[in-house]
């Protein structure tokens, strides 16, 4: 499957802005799908992921803040991020994992993952 993530920009702080990953190839509605993020000299971070269930869970960094969604009609998940702060400044990835229904797992490390987006850029200014 291939991921092509979008919607990323400058911002300022206090504003809200939605990215965007859509998939080709593959069964998207498979998929667990997930957003990673790294910021400059970090690691990558997990962000959010939601399961071929609708099931969601988020990074403690973004709870609150962030909402990840799916439409599984037209291959996209959506990464819904309000109140950005400078710290939310980073490269934002998507993620894909082929899982069962019944898989419960929350796949918070990169290497877990084995389909990535080339990432889409958010700048929040202060």
């Known amino acids: 499957v291939q991921l092509q993530a979008s919607g990323g920009g400058l911002v300022q702080a206090g504003d809200s802005l939605r990215l965007a990953c859509v998939a080709s190839g593959g069964t998207f509605s498979r998929y667990a799908m997930a957003w990673f993020r790294q910021a400059p000299g970090k690691e990558r971070e997990f962000v959010a992921q939601i399961g071929r269930n609708g099931r969601v869970s988020s990074g403690d960094s973004v709870k609150g803040q962030f909402t990840i969604s799916r439409d599984n009609t037209k291959k996209t998940v959506y990464l819904q991020m309000n109140s950005l702060k400078p710290e939310d400044t980073a490269v934002y990835y998507c993620?894909?994992?082929?899982?069962?229904?019944?898989?419960?797992?929350?796949?918070?490390?990169?290497?877990?993952?084995?389909?990535w987006g080339r990432g889409t850029l958010v700048t929040v200014s202060s």
């Open positions: 993620a894909a994992k082929d899982t069962i229904l019944t898989d419960t797992r929350v796949f918070t490390s990169q290497s877990e993952l084995p389909y």
